[in-house]
């Protein structure tokens, strides 16, 4: 397939890459400036290149907690990168961050920048080096604020993030606004894969002293390369022993003996061939398999690829005015063995491999969409918990306080239907967990919908069956502790929460009853204390905002409901919203 | 639908293993050691080092004539009761080869203080060993597992270089199995030396030599590379081959050394050839490449990769998705049930008799719900027999509370179809119980904490939604129904029979009044038209015209009417 590699990357102008490359080796050059700034007026582009550093200190700062200076990433900054399940904030490497954090005042005051965003050009930040993990994280601080949407372009780059990263990236959609240019045997872009050692400080020692200039070819450091990637080549082994549905049991026995890198690529690579011809690569896995394949030795021999590895660091702009220039680029998308990178039969299967776990995740998806056992089973059950909710509210009850009773056929029928949901969400869950499906399911929404009409219809009856059955003594209050609520409603409305770009906890409707039950065995237990009051009081107004915005329905207020006739037996001065929930009551009792 | 493709992960799992420093580490000390030590006689030391402060490194170091003549007469296998911990439910007894037996028994002295202090470490423990050093390692680390408990926060692993075969069948279905890694090079004889086709000693019987299994996981190594395999049929053939074909091999001592290092190297290698085209079945091409590795020609090994391919496909079904929803099926079913026996109170019947005298369609469908969670947990119970006692333990304590539900809900289903059908004759406990219900009962007892006064109190108080903790009490009810009548027809019976029947009704009485007091039947029991209460009428009968004299704890309660403040 041939295309120029501007018209792969989402709305970028042509003829930009090459500028970019010159201008980002340039500021690494400019160590008395955070970055440059060039526009290019024909094409409407401006263009920020940030400097990079070559000390051991700005890439390990960190080294004293782990020997990847790894931390979490700040979810201030950075609300939406992290896993919306179990998998908890992204990490990133702690010097990078540190560095980005020193450059981004300078960065949100520049006045080019806001002329750039005022005359709507585009805006690309760029970085060659370890300029590079500023460009990117710049890229995504803006992109999370929403102001514009600018372009990353990174020349020999490090990696800066882990798995966790690189999934927020694709499920946020974007991944495709960060394009790497990496040539084929460059230490740096996989020099993160390796934990921190002397060789690391060699190769960097070496960079620097060629960018003092002081010493104008100063003696290249040897036999660092076995070291850092026999590292990199473990961490691409574990993958792949994942990638290829790995089922030994000492796979994870082994690996709580090693310590991994926990970098992983994200966004699209763009791998130099060192001839003209360049291969495009957007599935993380992918990249990660070909970072360490396409470089392993071959025929030549290891000390002269070692130097190669260092030398084609520096090589970006020639290579890419090669490239780009003139005859349009070979541009290869699918993993394909002509692509010139010059991979091995190990390393094909290690790439079909990443295709077809890509591939396994679309099928996932599809399935849950079409198979009768799921998508249109969720609806079937959720219109049978529908009726059954409507016809509990003509015995003035309730569906919450007839399930809870278990009396007629209907509730038992309920039970079953709440039990068929819970498998099917359960195991949803779980592919989660695992990685079975797209990175961007928990954003689709479609199943956000879904999920949310579940979780507000159902999670009310798995309160009644859990205090029905006293669960709280056995393993705690409902809402507290962790083992009591099931993790399914908690991952829904950890999307929705996201989506709707609100604080974690803040969408927390379907727990309602919860709170109730809770606070009726607190007071029988605790008597009434002014912790009792202050969460009486909070409960007031979380039903009064509830029933507001219709995200509670009102069927709680019905007069032989639990809540109603607790609500009525609380003493007087432990109420603050006496009348309006009085109210409330009332009008319900006067809809029916 | 043509299946998605599966792939063999065994070299991707080598390369990880040789890239990680954690052989390095295992091997790092053992040459030294090895050679500090005299040559002769043919000994065993366990030396600990502590290289970095969270790891521990424990080298059993053979003498330099134990290492390259590692079997003087020691080739066979002896049954040894100091592993009989290992055992399957399907194997009477584990045998272990003579010499590393007799190595291992010659440290009790030391062993018992090294297992106390190192269970007690908490971080990773690595027990290795070369040669013969290896298979007392093995030993060792089983002999450790076996005394550690789930608390502890020692992180073992067992890597064994160059050893020989240590066991049989025996020892192949530990779960611990995964603790064990062996590196074996096809250049040395000395793993496969007690296969048939190896180079056994003449001394040795070959009958008993040809039961040795390999257990763990393998790393094969030849001089291009290495692979990771943990099927018994395929390690066998490449220690087969590996000592049949180095020629005078006992000689050659291999320097696990300089393998790792050329390893460490090939992993960063693009090897000869490159990828010129996608494979097509991936799974069956990797597998021979990978087997071209490490020097076997799968043709000519009758390697079956066919079945390797469905066992891949069998595993790669079970995900964590499809565990989810295997047990969010039995909930469904139990919720069922759960909802028959409510149905039937609501009816003020018994769940007992409820099922015992109906025929239709909701019984028949509760017959299927039964089904389908009998198979569920025969499966579960049969799967906890088969791993070694220790292990039991462990797996089984996850799901014993749900298992304890199961058998109070579905067992007394069970008694009642088979004293409905007047064929199946007496005693369903000794002759129809199923062995799943035996083995759950035996385990809950086991693990059941004594109980203490206030979990009495407490459950005086719920009474009215116990389960009928003895899932075999409606047994005891029928049986004594049955000793009612054949004291009823005195003509038909004898007087011993008539004595033993007798005998049954006190012993019953005596059993039901201290489940009473234990509060551990359901107060379904005394409802009216109950199996329990038709056994009361005809017993209370009984006594009055023929035993008026007669009274007992069970009788004054019943006949007091204390019952009817039960729950």
């Known amino acids: 397939m041939e295309e120029t590699v501007e018209n792969l990357i989402i709305g970028l102008n042509d003829g930009v890459i090459s500028p970019a490359a010159s201008l980002a080796m340039e500021a690494h050059n400019s160590p008395s400036k955070l970055f440059l700034v060039k526009k290019i007026r024909h094409l409407s582009v401006v263009v920020l290149a940030f400097r990079g550093s070559m000390l051991p200190n700005d890439w390990f700062g960190q080294r004293g907690h782990s020997p990847f200076g790894e931390t979490k990433i700040d979810t201030g900054k950075f609300p939406s990168v992290r896993s919306l399940n179990d998998g908890g ?113 060699q190769i960097l020692n070496y960079f620097k002293s060629k960018l003092d200039r002081k010493n104008i070819n100063p003696a290249p450091p040897s036999g660092f390369y076995l070291t850092v990637m026999g590292n990199a080549s473990s961490v691409a082994s574990y993958e792949a022993c994942h990638l290829m549905g790995c089922r030994n049991p000492s796979l994870d026995i082994i690996k709580s003996f090693i310590e991994l890198s926990p970098y992983r690529p994200s966004g699209t690579y763009v791998f130099c061939t060192g001839n003209g011809n360049l291969v495009v690569v957007k599935n993380p896995n992918a990249v990660l398999q070909i970072l360490i394949h396409c470089a392993e030795l071959g025929e030549s021999d290891a000390a002269e690829v070692e ?286 | 639908m043509s299946q998605a493709p599966l792939f063999s992960s065994a070299g991707e799992l080598a390369n990880l293993v040789v890239t990680s420093n954690l052989i390095d580490v295992a091997w790092a000390n053992i040459p030294e050691i090895q ?93 290795t060993g070369y040669s013969l050093g290896g298979s007392v390692a093995a030993l060792f680390t089983f002999y450790l597992l076996d005394s550690m408990d789930k608390k502890s926060k020692c992180r073992p692993i067992c890597i064994t270089f160059g050893s020989p075969l240590i066991g049989d069948f025996g020892l192949q279905h530990s779960q611990w199995n995964s603790f064990f890694l062996h590196v074996v090079s096809n250049k040395d004889p000395v793993p496969g030396l007690f296969l048939p086709s190896g180079r056994s000693p003449p001394t040795s019987s070959h009958s008993q030599t040809s039961v040795y299994k390999p257990f763990g996981t393998y790393l094969l190594c030849s001089e291009h590379g290495c692979a990771c395999f943990d099927d018994p049929d ?51 091409d990797g597998i021979v490449m990978e087997l071209k590795t490490i020097g076997i020609d799968p043709a000519e090994q009758k390697i079956d990769t066919k079945r390797m391919e469905a066992e891949a496909r069998t595993l790669a079904k079970e995900t964590k998705a499809s565990e989810a929803k295997k047990l969010n099926d039995r909930k469904k079913a139990m919720a069922q049930l759960e909802w028959y026996k409510k149905k039937a109170e609501y009816e003020k019947k018994g769940y007992y008799d409820c099922f015992r005298n109906e025929e239709n369609s909701r019984q028949r469908n509760v017959k299927l719900f039964m089904e389908e969670l009998t198979a569920y947990w025969e499966e579960m119970v049969a799967e906890a027999e088969r791993k070694p006692q220790k292990e039991r333990t462990s797996f089984r304590t996850g799901w014993l509370f749900a298992g304890t539900t199961y058998r109070r809900m579905v067992e007394p289903l069970d008694i009642a179809e088979f004293y409905k059908d007047k064929d199946s004759g007496r005693d369903y406990i000794n002759n129809k119980r199923s062995q799943h219900y035996k083995l759950l009962e035996q385990w809950y007892e086991e693990a059941a904490k004594p109980r203490t006064r206030e979990d009495l109190d407490s459950k005086k108080k719920k009474v009215s939604v116990l389960l009928t903790e003895d899932s075999c009490f409606w047994a005891h009810v029928e049986e004594a129904i049955l000793s009612c009548e054949s004291l009823r027809n005195a003509n038909s019976t004898t007087p011993e029979q008539r004595e033993s029947s007798w005998n049954n009704l006190v012993r019953f009485g005596e059993y039901v009044m201290k489940q009473i007091d234990n509060c551990a039947v359901s107060p379904d029991i005394f409802w009216s038209g109950s199996s329990f209460m038709t056994w009361w009428g005809e017993y209370e009968a009984y006594i009055d015209n023929f035993r008026n004299f007669y009274s007992s704890r069970l009788v004054e309660y019943m006949k007091g009417g204390g019952y009817k403040q039960y729950g």
């Open chain 2, 234 to 284: 395929l390690i066998l053939k490449f220690l087969t081959v590996a000592s049949s074909e180095v020629a005078e091999g006992l000689q050659l001592v291999v320097d696990y050394g300089e393998i790792l290092r050329n390893l460490k190297y090939r992993a960063i290698c693009k090897g000869a050839q490159l990828a010129s085209e996608r494979f097509a079945y991936p799974f069956s």
């Open chain 1, 307 to 592: 130097k190669r590895s260092l030398d084609e660091h520096s090589a970006y702009p020639n290579e890419l005015k090669d490239s780009l220039g003139g005859m349009k680029a070979v541009v290869y998308l699918d993993v394909d063995p002509a692509n010139d990178l010059g991979l091995s039969p190990q390393a094909m299967l290690c790439l079909q491999a990443a295709e077809e776990f890509e591939n396994r995740r679309s099928r996932n998806l599809e399935n849950i969409r079409t198979d009768r056992n799921y998508k249109e089973k969720i609806e079937d059950q959720l219109e049978k918990q529908r009726k059954y909710k409507e016809n509990a509210q003509i015995s003035r009850l309730g569906y919450y306080d007839s399930f809870k009773l278990q009396k007629e056929d209907a509730d038992f029928h309920a039970n079953v239907s709440r039990l068929e949901l819970a498998e099917i969400w359960d195991e949803i869950k779980e592919m989660l967990k695992e990685f079975e499906l797209p990175d961007d399911f928990e954003k689709k929404p479609e199943f956000i919908k879904l999920g949310t009409i579940y979780r507000r219809l159902v999670e009310p009856l798995d309160i009644a069956n859990f205090y029905r059955h006293s669960k709280d003594k056995e393993t705690g209050a409902y809402v507290i502790s962790r083992g009591a609520r099931p993790k399914r409603y908690r991952f829904i409305q950890c999307w929705l929460e996201h989506h709707e770009k609100k604080l974690f906890g803040s969408r927390s409707e379907s727990l309602f009853w919860a709170d109730v039950e809770q606070l009726g065995i607190d007071i029988e237990k605790k008597g009434y204390l002014q912790e009792i009051k202050d969460r009486i009081h909070q409960l007031e107004r979380n039903l009064i905002a509830c029933i507001g915005d219709r995200s509670l329905d009102d069927d709680v207020l019905l007069e032989n409901s639990t809540f109603v006739k607790w609500w009525r037996a609380l003493p007087l001065e432990y109420k603050s919203q006496s009348d309006r929930i009085d109210n409330l009551i009332r009008e319900k009792a006067a809809g029916v």
């Open chain 1, 89 to 201: 904030d992204a990490v990133v490497n702690g010097s990078f961050l540190w560095r980005f954090n020193d450059v981004l005042d300078k960065l949100s005051h520049a006045k080019e920048l806001k002329k750039a965003i005022e005359k709507k050009r585009q805006v690309v930040f760029a970085g060659y080096s370890s300029g590079g993990p500023i460009a990117i994280l710049a890229t995504l601080y803006f992109l999370e604020n929403q102001t514009f949407s600018p372009r990353c372009l990174t020349f020999g780059s490090p990696l800066v993030g882990d798995r966790i990263f690189s999934h927020a990236l694709r499920r946020e959609g974007w991944s495709d606004y960060f394009t790497h240019f990496v040539m084929k045997y460059d230490i740096i872009p996989r020099i993160m894969l390796s934990p921190s050692s002397t060789e690391h400080e």
């Open chain 2, 35 to 127: 050679r500090g030590q005299a040559a002769f006689p043919c000994s065993v030391q366990p030396m600990v080092y502590r290289p970095t402060p969270n790891r521990t490194i424990l080298v059993f170091a053979s003498s330099p004539n134990c290492t390259q003549y590692p079997l003087p007469e020691g080739g066979d296998l002896v049954q040894s009761s100091l592993f009989q911990f290992l055992c399957p439910k399907e194997c009477p007894s584990v045998s272990i080869n003579r010499a590393s037996l007799d190595l291992f028994i010659s440290l009790q002295s030391q062993l018992p203080g090294l297992k106390t202090e190192l269970s007690e470490w908490e971080g990773q423990l690595i027990i």
